[in-house]
């Protein structure tokens, strides 16, 4: 059997990043340990995922100028993240108290109730509620 283990986010800050992951979207911190780049330079090793979830985000802070360009453009301004959700509605709540950038209005859609927003970098997501009964 696979699974989708990590995928990476290019961050400019560890406890930034870990902050809106956790405080923000609810996420919880995995792991957060000392490591080294590949040349043997220090960073840390941060994972975040959704509460209950298997695939989890590696929290990448950038290193140089190229990955720095790359912070909140991952996708090219496309959505590039999905986080579905059992509560839509309490969820959309909760992130809109919480400061969550919204770029468009909740709407259905054969797969769920979908709504578009922006992580602290500018990178798009959308936020899925459950596919509708058949």
């Known amino acids: 059997m696979s699974q989708l283990e990590l995928i990476s986010v ?3 800050d560890y ?3 870990i902050s ?3 405080d923000v979207l609810d996420f919880e911190l995995v792991e957060d340990v000392p490591s080294l780049t590949n040349d043997g330079r220090t960073k840390r090793w941060v994972i975040v995922r959704p509460r209950g979830g ?4 590696l929290l990448a ?3 140089g100028e190229r990955q720095k360009q790359v912070v909140g453009a ?5 959505v590039g993240l999905f986080l579905r959700v059992d509560d839509f509605e309490a969820s959309v709540k909760r ?6 950038d919204f770029t468009t209005e909740p709407r259905d859609e054969p797969y769920g109730r979908v709504v578009v927003f922006k992580d602290r970098w500018g990178n798009k997501w ?3 509620g459950p596919p509708p009964a058949r």
């Not at 298997?54 to 985000?57: C, D, L, R, S």
């Not at 991952?74 to 496309?78: D, V, W």
């Not at 992130?95 to 969550?100: I, L, S």
């Open 15 to 17: 406890d930034e990043a």
């Open 61 to 63: 802070k950038a290193d």
């Open 95 to 100: 992130m809109r108290e919480r400061g969550v």
């Open 20 to 22: 809106f992951f956790r």
């Open 10 to 12: 290019v961050v400019h």
């Open 74 to 78: 991952q996708f090219a301004g496309r």
């Open 126 to 128: 959308d936020l899925l």
């Open 54 to 57: 298997v695939t989890g985000i």
